[in-house]
């Protein structure tokens, strides 16, 4: 006798299993959603632990160091997790995300660069606000890239999409190419 277990798979030809993505695979608004959370709540763990290590080291430094390590972490959550790639990503994908890391980066400063230059001393209220929205916007292309691009493995990129392999064509051979001689 077979041991019962509880997986409990669907026929290929089961109309469900085709018309909702797999879990390990989740559509743009889940990914969304757990890029949110995780991109935000280790955001929220690396303000708190600056000051901590920066107890022992300037705080320069302590941001710098606490900075590579979440941005690791994340990379590695938005491969199992965020984007359900199903394996750890490699030196390359690493790579590429703390590329988009630094291109938001670069806008937050942007935005406050040029804030500074349009008013000379805004108010704190303002500051956050043009913050805000730039991160928030920086944030949702870093997203887009990260989807798109970084971790687009396993499934078919939305802007580049795969073009079938036709077969070549045949010569047709009529009877009478068939008995003619050269």
Not at 105 to 125: D, E, K, N, R, W
Request: hydrophobic letters at 45%.
């Amino acid at each position: 006798m077979e041991p019962q277990t509880a997986d409990r798979t669907q026929s290929p030809s089961s109309p469900s299993l085709s018309s909702s993505p797999s879990p390990a695979t989740p559509g743009p608004l889940a990914s969304f959603v757990r890029f949110v959370v995780c991109g935000g709540g280790i955001g929220v763990l690396s303000s708190f632990a600056v000051p901590l290590v920066a107890m022992t080291m300037p705080w320069a430094v302590a941001n710098a160091v606490i900075t590579v390590a979440s941005t690791l972490l994340c990379t590695e959550l938005h491969a199992l997790f965020t984007f359900g790639t199903g394996r750890r990503p490699g030196w390359r994908r690493h790579l590429q995300s703390s590329g988009s890391a630094a291109a938001a980066y670069a806008v937050t400063c942007a935005a406050m660069f040029l804030l500074h230059v349009i008013q000379s001393a805004p108010g704190m209220l303002t500051e956050q606000a043009v913050y805000l929205t730039a991160s928030g916007l920086a944030g949702i292309g870093r997203f887009l890239v990260l989807r798109l691009f970084v971790f687009t493995s396993g499934r078919k990129s939305p802007l580049r999409p795969r073009r079938p392999v036709l077969p070549l064509p045949r010569p047709v051979l009529t009877q009478a190419a068939v008995g003619a001689t050269c």
